[in-house]
């Protein structure tokens, strides 16, 4: 049952792979993981509908590697998300959340191959749907992918965990005087290039009038504020063109 204290019906939450590795660099903190699941769950009980992209970074870099084939080194990545994807799945099992993996990529032994209208049926009767393999397609990022499947599902916004809370003018990590936007449109991230993710699934949103909220994942339980609306992050939209 849909609660009338929750800001959104349906999300697409981008988990990136260092999200997944918590204080690590690499592999899975799965008591990290088992924290966000909890969190989920809130929001599945409060009739919430969550589809969730990862990434692979804290596996895989397949730009990063000059030497190798770029396709290749895609596809590598690729496997990637899929084994953060099925530690995403067995946090949330472990926690009483029903949830299903598809794959862009078959694998039929591991999980479902995507079906945009079987994704929508899983959200539908409360199961949160983990898309692995990206978009299927080597040199698309998997924030491409987290836009392309908003799109397909109709999504009402896109959560992009980050490991800062919100979008600013410079890196804050880097520029103690850099400001943060608590509102800023797609034209501004595109022309100014501000790196919050590539240009191809900034423009997908933009072209959809998809928002996109970032916020920090560093406390998993800013997942359920975002939910609830709270002003945690900056909100990216068209609002204002």
Not at 72 to 89: E, H
Not at 96 to 113: L, N, T
Not at 166 to 195: C, E, M, W
Request: aromatic share 8%; glycine share 8%.
């Amino acid at each position: 049952m849909f609660m009338a204290d929750v800001a959104y019906r349906r999300i697409l939450l981008k988990l990136s792979g260092e999200a997944l590795a918590g204080a690590g660099k690499t592999g899975v903190d799965f008591d990290y993981v088992l924290k966000i699941g909890s969190h989920i769950k809130t929001c599945v009980e409060k009739g919430v509908q969550i589809a969730i992209v990862v990434g692979g970074g804290n596996y895989w870099r397949g730009r990063s590697n000059q030497q190798m084939d770029r396709t290749r080194a895609d596809y590598i990545g690729m496997l990637a998300t899929t084994m953060n994807a099925l530690a995403v799945q067995d946090a949330l099992l472990q926690r009483g959340v029903e949830c299903r993996v598809m794959s862009a990529i078959e694998m039929r032994q591991i999980a479902e191959p995507f079906i945009r209208n079987r994704a929508i049926s899983h959200l539908e009767k409360g199961r949160v749907v983990v898309f692995a393999s990206g978009t299927g397609n080597p040199y698309f990022s998997t924030d491409t992918c987290a836009a392309l499947r908003a799109a397909e599902i109709n999504a009402e916004v896109i959560f992009k965990a980050t490991n800062v809370d919100g979008v600013y003018t410079a890196d804050p990590k880097k520029d103690p005087n850099a400001k943060k936007f608590h509102h800023i449109r797609y034209l501004d991230i595109l022309s100014n290039q501000l790196g919050v993710m590539d240009s191809a699934a900034a423009a997908l949103c933009k072209e959809n009038n998809i928002p996109i909220y970032v916020f920090d994942m560093s406390d998993p339980e800013n997942i359920v504020r975002a939910v609830l609306g709270e002003d945690i992050g900056t909100t990216i939209d068209n609002k204002g063109e």
